[in-house]
């Protein structure tokens, strides 16, 4: 059974940080593209970030420059590391692995 479980989400001030963290499981992690999705009240799930099995990173265009992934494969674990969150950025995000995806992690950039 695949299970993919996000943490690190909560309440920031515009220009804080954030770090999410997904703990993937029943799946061969370390071969598998790992992915950030989010969705904002209203709008369509869209993709943040991705990391390939080789490393092979994908932003969108709205991250670039503020937001980082990144992999750990003896933990199983994909981060999102964010950075100069603006209120924009507020939304559920969700980890994605092939056609899985976790409960997802609210942000909420406010002040």
């Known amino acids: 059974q695949v299970q993919l479980v996000e943490s690190g989400g909560g309440l920031v001030q515009p220009g804080g940080s954030l770090r999410l963290s997904c703990a993937a499981s029943g799946i061969s992690f370390r071969f598998n593209s790992m992915g950030w999705f989010r969705q904002a009240p209203g709008k369509e799930r869209e993709l943040v970030a991705a990391?390939?099995?080789?490393?092979?990173?994908t932003y969108a265009d709205s991250v670039k420059g503020r937001f980082t992934i990144s992999r750990d494969n003896a933990n199983n674990t994909v981060y999102l590391q964010m950075n100069g969150l603006k209120p924009e950025d507020t939304a559920v995000y969700y980890c994605?692995?092939?056609?899985?995806w976790g409960q997802g992690a609210l942000v909420t950039v406010s002040s």
């Open positions: 994605n692995a092939r056609m899985y």
């Open positions: 990391i390939t099995s080789g490393g092979y990173l």
